[in-house]
């Protein structure tokens, strides 16, 4: 029995000892045969898209929020009472100064009229024969004064009859586009009675505020660009017309007009706007693609790409970490302000990934194009 175990303990020692000589053998154990081919081994090159540093001149601007004004804006209404006899405009229809709008029945005041012009002929009439006979002496000056001054009554009584069929006959004051209509034919009016909303919306003015600290930057002609959401991100472009002269006690802000050519008429009064006022002074900056930034805690790096020689004399492209200084940002680009210099090419896509001294070969037909002024399709 005691033999039996010593046989079965060397057969397994001959067997560790022969798989140890496999694995292990210096030269050409498998273990030495992996290990030198891990040496000899060379790691393909990442594939990345690049930019270079960019000195460029930014605008310097001034941002603010702002609501969407009508440069005239009224109801339209009722300036005397009266029955609806005729509706002449559609709801939401553009009409010239002037255009008829509504006619109130005016059959008396016509009726009124017609009599009151006869009695103005007639008395023009009086008025013609008494002036002949002054200039002969054959009336006294009272009478003719009686006569004139009957004559004027008349015209008087004339025009007040057409001030009132005037004023029923409803007219649009100024050009523009009128809203919903309001009233109904055969409607009875009073004095006030809304008959639509008629606004001016070509140009059209923009009202925002700027802080206390910007007052001096801001000069009546001064250039502003106004993005309004319900107008599908469209950029309209304009001048600052007016500028408050006193500054608001409660926020320490001041109000600036700015007026819009709105043709199309995209913009609507009470919409939401951003504001962006462009002024005179640029800024000098290196700017790079803002998705070449490692951000990190201890802080915010770029990759270089550098050129050696290699082995084979070719030119090969190495990763350099640089930590930099970074200032604004606009768009899809941040300023440099330390820590890069201009014309050197970053890294611009999957930064996370790298490492000082990888090889990497630049490919940038998939690379995104940054701009200043990004205009996403979806917002």
Not at 147 to 155: E, I, S
Not at 200 to 213: A, E, G
């Amino acid at each position: 029995m005691a033999f039996k175990i010593f046989l079965s303990i060397g057969a397994l020692i001959v067997v560790v000892a022969t798989l140890a000589a496999v694995k292990f053998a210096p030269g050409f154990g498998q273990f030495s045969i992996m290990a030198a081919a891990g040496a000899s081994m060379v790691m393909p090159p990442e594939t990345v898209t690049a930019a270079t540093a960019k000195a460029e001149n930014w605008e310097n601007t001034l941002n603010s929020t702002g609501s969407v004004v009508t440069v005239q804006g009224v109801t339209v209404s009722a300036e005397m009472a009266g029955k609806v006899v005729s509706i002449n405009f559609e709801s939401g229809a553009a009409v010239a100064a002037g255009d008829l709008l509504v006619q109130l029945d005016t059959s008396t005041e016509e009726a009124q009229l017609r009599a009151a012009e006869a009695n103005a002929a007639w008395a023009g009439v009086n008025l013609q024969r008494s002036t002949e006979l002054l200039e002969k002496k054959a009336v006294s000056k009272s009478d003719f004064d009686l006569v004139d001054a009957q004559h004027k009554q008349a015209v008087a009584q004339a025009d007040n009859i057409r001030a009132v069929i005037a004023k029923k006959t409803i007219r649009a004051p100024f050009a523009g586009r009128l809203g919903l209509r309001l009233v109904n034919l055969g409607q009875i009016l009073k004095e006030g009675d809304p008959i639509a909303t008629l606004q001016t919306l070509d140009p059209i003015y923009v009202n925002f505020s700027l802080p206390q600290q910007q007052f001096s930057a801001i000069t009546p002609g001064a250039p502003v660009r106004v993005t309004a959401g319900a107008a599908s991100g469209e950029i309209f472009e304009g001048k600052i017309t007016a500028v408050n002269p006193d500054v608001d006690p409660a926020t320490r802000n001041f109000r600036i007009q700015a007026t819009l050519p709105n043709t199309g008429e995209k913009l609507h009064p009470g919409m939401f706007a951003d504001v962006v006022v462009v002024l005179p002074a640029t800024e000098k900056v290196l700017s790079i693609p803002a998705t070449a930034i490692l951000y990190a805690p201890y802080g915010d790096s770029v990759f270089i790409i550098d050129e050696t020689k290699g082995a084979g004399g070719q030119n090969t492209k190495i990763l350099r970490q640089q930590f930099v200084r970074l200032g604004e940002a606009r768009g899809d680009f941040v300023s440099v302000l330390d820590g890069l210099k201009e014309g050197e090419s970053v890294v611009t896509a999957g930064v996370f990934k790298l490492r000082p001294g990888m090889t990497v070969v630049v490919d940038n037909k998939l690379a995104p194009d940054a701009q200043l002024s990004p205009k996403p399709k979806d917002t």
